[in-house]
């Protein structure tokens, strides 16, 4: 049974940074794409950045580009979400996803999903 967690939220001041963490469990992933989600209150799930995981293609939102580094650790099964220069309108809760083989922007083509973490950006 596939089992994302995410871990590493809370409150940041803007210009801070944070560190998501996404521990993958219950099958290999060398095939799958992961990627990392938001949705603020009040608005709809929207696309952060993916990586593939064996080749660590990353592709991101123009929202984060240059701000927000996806990249994964074998060893640990875990994707990382490095999240730099935060504003406010990243406040949001942080989802991260999984679907097979090829790269994704779409909610709804992502087959696996955590529970999500909070974060918070002050102005």
């Known amino acids: 049974q596939v089992q994302l967690v995410e871990s590493g939220g809370g409150l940041v001041q803007a210009g801070g940074s944070l560190r998501l963490s996404c521990a993958a469990s219950?099958?290999?992933?060398?095939?799958?794409?992961m990627g990392w989600f938001r949705q603020a209150p009040g608005k709809e799930r929207e696309f952060v950045g993916n990586?593939?995981?064996?080749?660590?293609?990353?592709y991101y939102a123009d929202s984060v580009k240059g701000r927000f580094t996806i990249s994964r650790d074998n060893a640990k099964n875990t994707v990382y979400l490095q999240m730099n220069s935060l504003k406010p309108e990243d406040t949001a809760v942080y989802y991260c996803?999984?679907?097979?083989?090829?790269?994704?922007?779409?909610?709804?083509?992502?087959?696996?999903w955590g529970q999500g973490t909070q974060v918070t950006v002050s102005s």
């Open positions: 996803a999984a679907k097979k083989r090829f790269p994704s922007v779409r909610v709804d083509d992502y087959e696996y």
């Open positions: 219950g099958r290999t992933f060398s095939n799958y794409v």
């Open positions: 990586i593939h995981w064996s080749l660590t293609i990353t």
